[in-house]
């Protein structure tokens, strides 16, 4: 992964009135946010009004007929999906209309049975027994034709509200609410599923303050961009949320162990939201609705509880596919080097197939399709910035209607024949947007020494949240630190990891690594990229370091002989004729050579047999400073003759065959005896890289 340093900001006085610190104006800037009015609407939400409910299309019209509806008692069906954003829409939908005096029954479907969107013959039993008069969607209906075509057969009029793309072909609804509809700068155009419901409430004269709480759990877990009036109905909703008198949502709070008054998004994203999910992934979502709106805490405790349980269950289960699919990766490596992962068993639980694409997406920074069944294939695709999962699906000529979703998430349905053909041609349609050739970064915003992190620090960053897609929380990084502590198997599910790290002038600080109980620990000298909060912990405000990532450090100088000597011949036209040259005038120089270098060159040694010598001709490039530095500590040159050749850089799968050949040889000449400083040199490779070969190897039965 390449990390981006933060560009030069060209001189801007236009925050200044603010009376802002000059680091937080430059975050600012750096996100798009160049005048006095635009940074008060961003930091403070009483400065964004609201934009009208009414510029959504067709909102008008379908809050006249909904008026209409509620007033001669005519019957509604709200008709949701399972996801946290389909449950918190209809919890929305079901308790403002109720509060306006409407006649309203709620249907969510059932994932295992329904799986997405209004399937006939559910909604025609569905007809027949609750004889609505109007149907109103939300967070679903816009790919729904069949469904809505049955409604409308049958006399039923109804209204979409919804967030997803749009297809080719709008479907026969009466009224069609999506903020796709509205240009992309529009202030409404980032809303998900909740977002649309929340404006239709405001749009029907509901009281809205109160509703403000579903809005921003359902926001949050959809991860809707933070822009426009996402971004404020999220910042108000989490005051809302700190203070909700909702007997569900405490209770859920609760047992989760998190103090309502101190919630962030941060909260919702990894104790509310996959508690509500686990209930759609693995069981019926309906009850959700239930809890969201109860005001009968001994039924809002039992309800939570059973979220509680299959919580638990999710996150075993997830653990199983992860590890399923990390299995096959390790069978078929040369997958990895594919545009796409996509992968099937036909035993894998469907509701976890999205939860486990998205780890595997961040893991190896590209798309993730996960299939199951047998016949038609169900998956969930997750993407990366930068790849328009839904887009690259709908370029693989898929039936109409088997596929719906976003820019970086969509389920889909497959015929089990076509699962081969599908995958090159998602290939093609992911190198088509240039996903082939994307290199993963890391944008860093700004450098730090450890001397200047700070609880202040914390809550002066606090104020650009909440943070989330289109608003990621600052990175800062520090360079040329040590390993002081490593405190593995941390947190409850023992999954996490705590690191205690150095710099040269002995400042160290701790930093939490989510999921990194099974990754490699950082050696020697390194970077560390990192967010920082400021947390509450038994009542008590501290400060957090999480692990963003880390990466090999470039070495402090070597403090060498000022008459050291250093030859470039990386340019040399003919190298092999200019390393004779050398050989010839200096028998004595010292060749270094790793890789099949080393076995091909006479003379060559490599970084395991190194001794002192006047003169080092380096042939390889070194795979990193530190086998670099350590090289020229042992040798001690006074001249040093750079080739620079590099060695050849498998893929993937060659690379761990490569390793696995090396290992068996070991086995059988060495009697098993050998280090990973010689197995990196018999590779050309970094010992980090080693260490996870090694581990990759083992983990598949390979060693």
């Keep these: 992964m390449r990390w981006q340093d933060p560009a030069p900001l060209p001189e801007n006085n236009a925050l200044q009135e603010l009376g802002l610190t000059p680091r937080l104006s430059n975050f600012l800037l750096r996100r798009g946010i160049d005048s006095a009015a635009a940074a008060r609407a961003f930091l403070d939400p009483q400065h964004a009004p609201p934009a009208p409910?009414?510029?959504?299309?067709?909102?008008?019209?379908?809050?006249?007929?909904?008026?209409?509806?509620?007033?001669?008692?005519?019957?509604?069906?709200?008709?949701?999906?399972?996801?946290?954003?389909?449950?918190?829409?209809?919890?929305?939908?079901?308790?403002?209309?109720?509060?306006?005096?409407?006649?309203?029954?709620?249907?969510?479907?059932?994932?295992?049975?329904?799986?997405?969107?209004?399937?006939?013959?559910?909604?025609?039993?569905?007809?027949?027994?609750?004889?609505?008069?109007?149907?109103?969607?939300?967070?679903?209906?816009?790919?729904?034709?069949?469904?809505?075509?049955?409604?409308?057969?049958?006399?039923?009029?109804?209204?979409?509200?919804?967030?997803h793309e749009l297809p080719a072909e709008l479907p026969p609804a009466d009224w069609l609410i999506n903020p796709r509809r509205l240009p992309e700068d529009h202030l409404l155009a980032s809303l998900a599923g909740v977002g649309v419901a929340f404006k239709l409430a405001e749009?029907?004269?509901?009281?809205?303050?109160?509703?403000?709480?579903?809005?921003?759990?359902?926001?949050?877990?959809?991860?809707?961009?933070?822009?426009?009036?996402?971004?404020?109905?999220?910042?108000?909703?989490?005051?809302?949320?700190?203070?909700?008198?909702?007997?569900?949502?405490?209770?859920?709070?609760?047992?989760?162990?998190?103090?309502?008054?101190?919630?962030?998004?941060?909260?919702?994203?990894?104790?509310?939201?996959?508690?509500?999910?686990?209930?759609?992934?693995?069981?019926?979502?309906?009850?959700?609705?239930?809890?969201?709106?109860?005001?009968?805490?001994?039924?809002?405790?039992?309800?939570?509880?059973?979220?509680?349980?299959?919580?638990?269950?999710?996150?075993?289960?997830?653990?199983?596919?992860?590890?399923?699919?990390?299995?096959?990766?390790?069978?078929?490596?040369?997958?990895?080097?594919?545009?796409?992962?996509?992968?099937?068993?036909?035993?894998?639980?469907?509701?976890?197939?999205?939860?486990?694409?998205?780890?595997?997406?961040?893991?190896?920074?590209?798309?993730?399709?996960?299939?199951?069944?047998?016949?038609?294939?169900?998956?969930?695709?997750?993407s990366v910035d930068g790849i328009h999962i839904t887009n690259a699906i709908a370029a693989c000529s898929l039936a109409p209607n088997s596929f719906g979703g976003h820019p970086m998430a969509a389920g889909l349905a497959l015929p089990a024949a076509e699962l081969e053909n599908f995958r090159r041609a998602l290939g093609r349609a992911i190198e088509a947007q240039g996903g082939a050739r994307r290199e993963p970064s890391l944008q860093i915003d700004e450098w730090l020494p450890l001397s200047e992190i700070s609880l202040d620090l914390a809550r002066e960053m606090e104020q650009l949240a909440p943070f989330g897609a289109g608003n990621p929380a600052p990175i800062f990084a520090t360079r040329g630190l040590t390993l002081k502590q490593d405190i593995n198997n941390f947190g409850k599910t023992r999954e996490h990891r705590k690191i205690i790290v150095a710099d040269d002038g002995g400042v160290e600080q701790?930093?939490?690594?989510?999921?990194?109980?099974?990754?490699?620990?950082?050696?020697?000298?390194?970077?560390?990229?990192?967010?920082?909060?400021?947390?509450?912990?038994?009542?008590?405000?501290?400060?957090?370091?999480?692990?963003?990532?880390?990466?090999?450090?470039?070495?402090?100088?070597?403090?060498?002989?000022?008459?050291?000597?250093?030859?470039?011949?990386?340019?040399?036209?003919?190298?092999?004729?200019?390393?004779?040259?050398?050989?010839?005038?200096?028998?004595e120089a010292l060749l270094w050579a790793e890789g099949d270098e080393h076995k091909t060159l006479p003379g060559a040694t490599n970084r395991q047999k190194l001794s002192r010598a006047a003169t080092l001709l380096i042939w390889t490039t070194p795979p990193d400073g530190e086998t670099l530095r350590r090289a020229l500590e042992t040798v001690q040159p006074r001249r040093v003759v750079i080739f620079g050749q590099a060695p050849a850089a498998p893929e993937a799968g060659q690379f761990l065959r490569l390793l696995a050949g090396k290992i068996n040889f070991v086995l059988r000449q060495k009697n098993g005896q050998t280090s990973l400083s010689e197995l990196a040199a018999a590779c050309a490779q970094t010992e980090t890289a080693i260490r996870w070969g090694v581990k990759w190897l083992e983990a598949g039965g390979q060693l």
């Design 53 to 163: 409910a009414f510029d959504l299309p067709d909102m008008e019209q379908a809050a006249a007929r909904l008026k209409t509806t509620i007033r001669e008692k005519q019957r509604i069906l709200v008709w949701g999906d399972f996801d946290v954003d389909g449950q918190t829409s209809t919890a929305l939908l079901v308790e403002s209309l109720t509060a306006l005096g409407a006649v309203v029954s709620y249907h969510i479907p059932n994932r295992q049975r329904e799986s997405h969107g209004m399937r006939p013959e559910v909604l025609a039993k569905l007809l027949d027994e609750r004889q609505p008069a109007l149907i109103l969607t939300c967070d679903t209906g816009s790919s729904a034709h069949e469904g809505i075509a049955l409604a409308k057969s049958r006399g039923v009029e109804v209204i979409v509200t919804d967030h």
């Design 203 to 382: 749009a029907l004269g509901a009281e809205t303050t109160s509703l403000l709480d579903l809005a921003a759990l359902g926001l949050v877990a959809d991860v809707a961009l933070l822009r426009g009036e996402t971004r404020a109905l999220v910042q108000r909703g989490l005051k809302v949320l700190q203070a909700t008198p909702r007997p569900g949502l405490l209770a859920m709070l609760a047992l989760a162990e998190v103090k309502a008054a101190t919630l962030t998004e941060s909260g919702i994203g990894f104790s509310l939201a996959p508690r509500l999910n686990a209930l759609g992934r693995l069981s019926d979502a309906t009850p959700a609705v239930e809890l969201l709106t109860t005001r009968d805490e001994t039924r809002a405790r039992l309800l939570a509880q059973t979220l509680e349980e299959l919580n638990l269950q999710r996150r075993h289960l997830t653990r199983q596919v992860t590890a399923g699919v990390e299995s096959l990766l390790r069978q078929s490596p040369d997958l990895l080097s594919e545009p796409a992962i996509v992968l099937h068993h036909p035993d894998w639980p469907n509701g976890i197939l999205g939860i486990a694409a998205n780890h595997l997406a961040e893991r190896y920074q590209k798309p993730v399709i996960l299939f199951c069944g047998a016949d038609p294939l169900r998956g969930s695709a997750r």
């Design 510 to 587: 701790s930093l939490l690594w989510w999921g990194g109980a099974d990754e490699a620990a950082p050696e020697g000298r390194f970077d560390v990229a990192y967010t920082l909060h400021a947390g509450s912990w038994k009542g008590q405000i501290q400060l957090t370091l999480e692990l963003t990532a880390w990466r090999p450090g470039a070495e402090s100088p070597l403090e060498v002989h000022s008459a050291l000597e250093a030859i470039d011949l990386r340019g040399a036209p003919d190298p092999q004729t200019a390393l004779t040259g050398w050989q010839n005038s200096a028998p």
